[in-house]
């Protein structure tokens, strides 16, 4: 089992930056990539970027340039760093970790709401 726990959400005004964090534990040796999802309301939840335990990063197109994904593997800690937020980055964003096995484990979720 993994446990997933994010933190780093909240409110900002569109131009503004924040950054998330999501911390593993438990049986951390079987994580293979990590990531970020998002989910606004209406809406179906969308990859937002991931990172490989070899540092390879993955983005959603539309999100390259504003957003940086890290890991800390010394830490078992993943972050996203979001820059120049616009009012339709508003979302849940849920931490993601895929084992070497294909077993997908979920953070509960920390809102982002982009709004002046």
């Known amino acids: 089992q993994v446990q997933l726990v994010e933190s780093g959400g909240g409110l900002v005004q569109p131009g503004g930056s924040l950054r998330l964090s999501c911390a593993a534990s438990?049986?951390?040796?079987?994580?293979?990539?990590m990531g970020w999802y998002r989910q606004a309301p209406g809406k179906q939840r969308e990859l937002v970027a991931s990172?490989?335990?070899?540092?390879?990063?993955n983005y959603a197109d539309s999100l390259k340039g504003r957003f940086t994904i890290s890991r800390d593997n010394a830490k078992n800690t993943v972050y996203l760093q979001m820059n120049s937020l616009k009012p339709e980055d508003t979302a849940v964003y849920y931490c993601?970790?895929?084992?070497?096995?294909?077993?997908?484990?979920w953070g509960q979720g920390t809102q982002v709401t982009v709004s002046s």
């Open positions: 993601n970790a895929e084992t070497y096995w294909s077993h997908d484990y």
């Open positions: 438990g049986s951390i040796f079987s994580i293979d990539t």
């Open positions: 990172i490989t335990s070899g540092l390879n990063t």
